[in-house]
C-alpha cells in the first residue's frame, strides 16, 4: 500500500467495494487499501461508513480522518490527521485482512 507522508499527516489511498455482505479490509489494489463496506452507495452513505470504519480500525477519532478526494468513485485518498504513515501502516497490516 503506496502510504504517503504530508507533514504530521498520512494520505492512504483506499480501494472501497460498497453493498459488500460485511466490512473488511480485504487486501490491496493497484496500491490502495481494499476495504469491503456493507453500506450501500447513495448519498454519501458508503464513504460516511468508510471514515467510521477507518477511524475504528486505526483507534484515531473521527474528527481526524477526511475524504480528499474520490467522493463519487471507487478510488478514494483518505486524509489522517497527526498521525505518521509507519503507524498507520503497523495497524493495516496483512494481519488485519480478512
Do not use: F, W
Amino acid at each position: 500500500m503506496r502510504l504517503q507522508q504530508s507533514g504530521e499527516d498520512c494520505l492512504l489511498p483506499v480501494r472501497l467495494h460498497p453493498g459488500a455482505r460485511r466490512n473488511a479490509i480485504t487486501g490491496e489494489h493497484d496500491g490502495a487499501l481494499k476495504i469491503a463496506l456493507t453500506a450501500p452507495p447513495v448519498d454519501g452513505k458508503a464513504n460516511e461508513a468508510l471514515l467510521r470504519y477507518l477511524a475504528e480500525i486505526l483507534g484515531v477519532s473521527l474528527n481526524r480522518i477526511e475524504l480528499k478526494s474520490g467522493q463519487t468513485s471507487r478510488s478514494k485518498m483518505v486524509l489522517i490527521t497527526c498521525i505518521r504513515a509507519e503507524e498507520v501502516a503497523a495497524k493495516l497490516t496483512p494481519a488485519t485482512y480478512t
